[in-house]
């Protein structure tokens, strides 16, 4: 009985439409689209981070001639959310917003222009040496999901372009 509704759960999913995004492995169309952009300096330490973990998520190491260029402009933003009665603050958000366009590097044509975003809440604790660890490892986990983002959209544009 139950390999009939598992083999029943497969025949449903095939007919669903939905495909894998990575098919094929390392000679899919993705991965070979991913490995084919290169990804423009981004200034600032944000911009490092970014770039780096863009970088790990494409497989850029080793790659042929690039055939597209990512350029991307963040936006890294700290502010104070709780305010205590005597003026300090409780509580920061970390928030980094990325706006990214592929560019077909042979006709200069933008194939994709988009924005990713995420933030990050911080409790803000009587040491400071604390708050700005927290500070830091919020702005390199925010990197980590916005480069996700990006790529996650990137794969879509180059799959469906193939």
Request: glycine share 10%; charged share 20%; aromatic share 4%.
């Amino acid at each position: 009985m139950r390999s009939l509704i598992a083999l029943f759960a497969v025949v449903m999913l095939s007919a669903c439409g939905l495909q894998p995004m990575y098919a094929g492995g390392s000679n899919g169309v993705v991965a070979r689209g991913l490995s084919s952009v290169d990804i423009a300096p981004i200034p600032g330490q944000a911009g490092w981070l970014m770039r780096n973990a863009l970088r790990d998520r494409m497989g850029v190491a080793g790659k042929a001639e690039p055939r597209y260029r990512l350029d991307v402009r963040l936006d890294d933003q700290l502010e104070g959310l709780a305010v205590l009665g005597d003026d300090t603050i409780a509580r920061e958000r970390r928030t980094l917003r990325a706006r990214y366009q592929l560019v077909d590097i042979a006709t200069g044509t933008i194939v994709l222009d988009a924005t990713a975003g995420s933030d990050a809440g911080i409790d803000v604790v009587s040491s400071e040496y604390a708050t700005i660890a927290a500070e830091q490892t919020a702005l390199e986990n925010l990197s980590q999901q916005v480069a996700d983002r990006i790529v996650a959209q990137v794969a879509l544009t180059l799959r469906e372009g193939a």
